[in-house]
């Protein structure tokens, strides 16, 4: 069975930090990855999404796709209290028998950033 | 705010009701999702349409009925819920299902079945 792992938490970083976030997947298929953001009670917000090897950036958000090692991170730097949410890894994969492609989420990350 | 809009935000339904979740979204994105949510878990996909047609359906019980009535319209026919069904009901569309086509969310549908 396909599988998406995070590292539940909960992660706490002091403002100004660098938060780390991890995640592994099963399948060397996968092509694309997410990273939504959670607020409690709230739905998903996208973030980031990356298809290819290293690094994309974007303001104070970093992901990293290593595919050799099936590995995706996202970084936060100048961590602020407002990004205290769940933070969902998730995988595009295709669906059974060649249907539509969706999207599997890992289990998340609790990030707290303490003032 | 998000793109996708859902209604109503919180339903409060008895397990012999019959009610319908509803989801929209004008921009012109041809997959649309339901995805159910449970407190402190990741969401789990439940149908997807693709071109208005069903591709996937996750083993979801026939309590939950789906319905892509056009390509900006998607519904949710629930009847005879059960307690352990209340949830957050997230719907999501996209534009293709390309590597490059994240999923956009809805703000979702807090649902009770007492």
């Known amino acids: 069975q396909k599988e998406v792992e995070q590292n539940s938490g909960p992660l706490s970083v002091p403002e100004g930090a660098i938060a780390s976030l991890n995640c592994t997947y099963s399948d060397r298929g996968s092509q694309s990855f997410f990273w939504y953001r959670q607020y409690s009670g709230k739905s998903p917000e996208l973030i980031m999404f990356i298809y290819s090897n290293g690094d994309k950036e974007d303001g104070r958000f970093t992901a990293q796709l290593n595919k050799a090692s099936q590995y995706v991170s996202l970084l936060i730097r100048d961590s602020q209290p407002s990004d205290s949410a769940t933070y969902l890894c998730a995988v595009i994969e295709d669906g059974p028998s060649g249907s539509a492609r969706q999207l599997t989420f890992g289990s998340g990350t609790q990030l707290t950033v303490l003032p | 705010d998000t793109e996708v809009t859902q209604t109503p935000k919180h339903l409060v339904m008895g397990m012999t009701n019959k009610k319908s979740l509803k989801c929209e979204q004008h921009?012109?994105?041809?997959?649309m999702y339901w995805y159910k949510q449970k407190a402190k878990k990741p969401p789990e996909l439940m149908f997807v349409y693709s071109y208005e047609k069903l591709s996937i359906n996750e083993s979801v019980p026939s309590r939950f009925s789906p319905e892509c009535p056009n390509s900006s319209l998607l519904n949710l026919h629930l009847h005879a819920l059960q307690p352990e069904d209340s949830a957050l009901y997230l719907c999501?569309?996209?534009?293709?299902?390309?590597?490059?086509?994240?999923?956009?969310f809805g703000n979702g549908t807090r649902l009770t079945v007492t």
């Open positions: 921009m012109g994105h041809r997959a």
């Open positions: 999501a569309s996209s534009p293709r299902q390309g590597r490059d086509s994240p999923l956009h």
